[in-house]
């Protein structure tokens, strides 16, 4: 293959690769969407306040992520991460907040549903609040991998 046709690389490795990794993260933004969209209605469990405060932030990055991939933006990390570390920081204040680590008093949901309401417990550990934070981790890793891989 000449140089003329080769595809765009960077140093650590094949546009393919990048491509991958961003369509991985838009897959973990649109299955949490997706997932928190189920859990509401067609489960019919009412979202806390906090559970809205994390979709503001989960919500937009499907149209952002799914943007990027159609021409590659290796830009993207820039103004998704903190949308990430956003709903990452509420999810970790939710599970504080469900594990009774954060006292009832500083607890923001004194009207409508409580933030420790338990809905789902899957294998003794996977609540609503855990799974939001497992997906705003994994968001998190794969932007800072991307973005390591599209600044080199």
């Known amino acids: 293959m000449e140089k003329a046709d080769a595809p765009e690389t ?29 859990f509401s209605q067609v489960m019919d469990f009412a979202p806390c306040i906090l559970c809205w405060y994390q979709r503001i932030f989960l919500f937009p990055m499907v149209i952002v992520l799914g943007r990027a991939l159609f021409p590659l933006d290796r ?25 009774g680590v954060i006292p009832a008093s500083m607890q923001p949901c004194t009207h409508g549903v409580s933030c420790t309401e338990e809905y789902v417990d899957l294998f003794g550990f996977l609540s609503i609040p855990m799974l939001s934070l497992l997906s705003f981790t994994s968001l998190i890793a794969l932007l800072i991998v991307f973005r390591r891989r599209s600044l080199h």
Do not use: Q, R
Request: net charge negative; no cysteine; proline share 2%.
């Open 10 to 38: 960077g140093e650590s490795g094949s546009s393919d690769e990048d491509w991958m990794l961003l369509f991985a993260a838009w897959l973990v933004v649109t299955i949490s969407a997706l997932g928190s969209l189920f």
């Open 75 to 99: 830009h993207v990390a820039k103004y998704a991460l903190p949308l990430a570390m956003g709903g990452w920081l509420l999810a970790a204040y939710h599970n504080l907040l469900y594990h």
